[in-house]
């Protein structure tokens, strides 16, 4: 699943090709929204909340999607073969006279007002890349940190709730290990199996501690360093930072040489392999 550099990236290139520019063609091949007509309605901005992006128009409605495992956004300039978008798997279309962007295989698209964003995304934590992340104690890393201590007091998140409304109560009674709480999206959002990876082998925690086993200053340090690697891949590229552990099962360590190792986080059906270091993280 694209991670929150990859959507951040994704929503700053839709906003470029289409904010301050009135939609000419504009097709939702959606079930749910399919008789909605967004035809001729300004797109004001497109912004990444974590792994939602979310297009805000001048009539104050919002498009929320969301790429799961397989979506996609391409640009193609209008007029162009590309951008005839005739495809099975084009879910949606958006065009100007200059671009137009063709979401494809989404995994998620909602038609709301922009003041009700909350109900589709008021579950999350605070965006880890949100531009006040590390600035707002009320909305950035301090109240992740609190949401992160809290759900480890309770034994866990209440549920595994996704937007659809489908939901798995989580054990109860366990101990949150900090892979599970990361990958969530509840305490806090935008990390998926890479960035959990990568953040913890920068701090040299094992992915099962429990959160309560890890400090507030530590949690915070966690964060802050997550956090930089995702800008990096941001400014620097999508998938041109140096990966230590993801998808490096049973290569050596750049630190130490052992072997990485792969296990899988969260209960089913909700697991996802995270790779560790067993001397670098040790238990």
């Given at each position: 699943?694209?991670?929150?550099?990859?959507?951040?990236?994704?929503?700053?290139?839709?906003?470029?090709?289409?904010?301050?520019?009135?939609?000419?063609?504009?097709?939702?091949?959606?079930?749910?929204?399919?008789?909605?007509?967004?035809?001729?309605?300004?797109?004001?901005?497109?912004?990444?909340?974590?792994?939602?992006?979310?297009?805000?128009?001048?009539?104050?409605?919002?498009?929320?999607?969301?790429?799961?495992?397989?979506?996609?956004?391409?640009?193609?300039?209008?007029g162009s073969a590309a951008a005839a978008a005739r495809g099975s798997d084009v879910r949606a279309v958006l065009a100007n006279e200059t671009w137009t962007c063709v979401g494809e295989r989404l995994g998620m698209l909602d038609v709301v007002r922009t003041r009700d964003e909350h109900l589709l995304l008021g579950h999350l934590g605070p965006d880890i890349l949100a531009a006040d992340f590390l600035t707002d104690p009320e909305t950035g890393v301090g109240l992740?940190?609190?949401?992160?201590?809290?759900?480890?007091?309770?034994?866990?998140?209440?549920?595994?709730?996704?937007?659809?409304?489908?939901?798995?109560?989580?054990?109860?009674?366990?101990?949150?290990?900090?892979?599970?709480?990361?990958?969530?999206?509840?305490?806090?959002?935008?990390?998926?199996t890479i960035y959990t990876a990568e953040g913890l082998f920068a701090q040299r925690l094992w992915p099962w501690t429990p959160v309560d086993d890890v400090s507030d200053h530590d949690l915070e340090a966690l964060l802050r360093t997550t956090r930089g690697l995702m800008l990096r891949s941001v400014a620097e590229g999508v998938g041109t930072v140096r990966r230590h552990v993801h998808g490096r099962a049973r290569r050596a360590c750049h630190r130490c040489g052992t072997p990485v190792a792969v296990a899988p986080a969260n209960q089913a059906p909700f697991e996802r392999p995270i790779f560790w270091c067993p001397t670098c993280q040790r238990a």
């Open positions: 699943m694209p991670e929150g550099d990859v959507v951040r990236v994704t929503a700053q290139r839709l906003d470029a090709a289409l904010s301050g520019r009135a939609l000419g063609r504009a097709e939702l091949r959606w079930a749910e929204a399919g008789g909605t007509d967004l035809t001729g309605r300004t797109v004001t901005e497109v912004l990444a909340f974590a792994k939602h992006l979310l297009t805000r128009l001048d009539d104050g409605t919002t498009l929320h999607t969301h790429l799961r495992m397989e979506g996609q956004w391409r640009i193609a300039r209008t992740a940190v609190t949401r992160l201590r809290a759900a480890a007091a309770e034994g866990g998140f209440p549920a595994q709730v996704t937007v659809g409304g489908s939901a798995t109560p989580a054990p109860r009674g366990t101990r949150l290990p900090i892979a599970d709480a990361l990958l969530d999206q509840r305490g806090v959002s935008g990390l998926g």
